[in-house]
């Protein structure tokens, strides 16, 4: 699911998960949030109580963005539409989004597949 607005706004965000909650009526709802102000736990508290404590919020970690799947999306999302399109009003925007959308739910979607080794060690010279 997807939305495009103007802004980027509470009541927005508010707007959007109520459309979630419509979309999916029965279940576990899992939501994945960087720590955005509007992320915030205490916001929701009164929202998932009216839909029945489905949703269970989990947080990535502080300046951890490159552990959030969403962002691979959002990378191949920029690379093949936003990239080298050219739209003349925010509704073609929106709608080569929400293609992209349709078109990933239809053809392309599958779990991600991450996985991280770590760094190297560093010693800064100094003995182990």
């Known amino acids: 699911m997807g939305h495009c607005g103007p802004r980027r706004t509470a009541a927005d965000l508010l707007a959007f998960m109520e459309e ?10 899992h939501v994945i949030w960087d720590n955005l102000n509007i992320h915030r736990p205490e916001r929701w508290v009164a929202f998932n109580q009216r839909h029945g404590q489905r949703l269970h919020f989990h947080y990535t970690p502080l300046h951890a963005s490159w552990v959030n799947q969403i962002e691979c999306w959002f990378s191949m999302l920029s690379r093949r539409v936003l990239r080298h399109g050219s739209f003349r009003h925010q509704t073609e925007l929106a709608a080569a989004v929400s293609d992209f959308i349709s ?13 991280f080794t770590g760094y190297p060690l560093q010693t800064d010279g100094l003995a182990a």
Do not use: L
Not at 20 to 29: E, L, N, Q, T
């Open 20 to 29: 979630v909650a419509v979309a999916y009526p029965h279940g576990h709802i």
């Open 103 to 115: 078109y990933w739910n239809a053809q392309e979607a599958q779990p991600f597949r991450w996985t």
